[in-house]
């Protein structure tokens, strides 16, 4: 699989999972809404200032995000490592927000409270059809 068909098929997914590693040196897994946005290789989420996934990025910035369908007979996977950066940047904040975030952000896109999570994927491994392939970014 290409590099394109692989973003291909990211961008048609509606959930992501992301992953950090807790302060025991363990994974963290998260599922999320897929990527507000994607340029290349970064992949830009929103959520909390105040969670604990952010504190974990501050932390440690290593990350994992997968991506899979489940057709009837068919099953893919995609799985990019990486890492996670947190930012409170007002321009990327703008950027990144969406009408009806004032739900989970009632002040609005300066909200403290909210923030943009940008993966940066280095490296990868795609599954398809019982066949494993790992890929460089």
């Given at each position: 699989m290409t590099q394109q068909e692989i973003f291909e098929f990211i961008d048609s997914q509606k959930t992501a999972f992301i992953a950090s590693v807790d302060e025991d040196g363990f994974p963290n897994m998260k599922a999320m809404l897929a990527p507000r946005e994607r340029d290349g290789a970064a992949f830009y989420f929103t959520t909390n200032t105040s969670s604990m996934r952010v504190k974990q990025y501050l932390d440690n910035p290593k990350a994992s995000i997968y991506f899979y369908h489940r057709g009837r007979f068919r099953y893919t996977g995609v799985m990019l490592k990486g890492t996670m950066s947190v930012l409170t940047d007002r321009e990327t904040k703008e950027r990144i927000w969406r009408a009806g975030?004032?739900?989970?952000?009632?002040?609005?896109?300066?909200?403290?409270?909210?923030?943009?999570?940008?993966?940066?994927?280095?490296?990868?491994?795609?599954?398809?059809?019982?066949?494993?392939?790992?890929?460089?970014?």
């Open positions: 975030d004032t739900m989970f952000y009632k002040k609005g896109v300066g909200d403290p409270d909210y923030c943009v999570l940008r993966f940066t994927a280095e490296s990868g491994r795609y599954y398809r059809d019982l066949k494993t392939e790992s890929f460089m970014l």
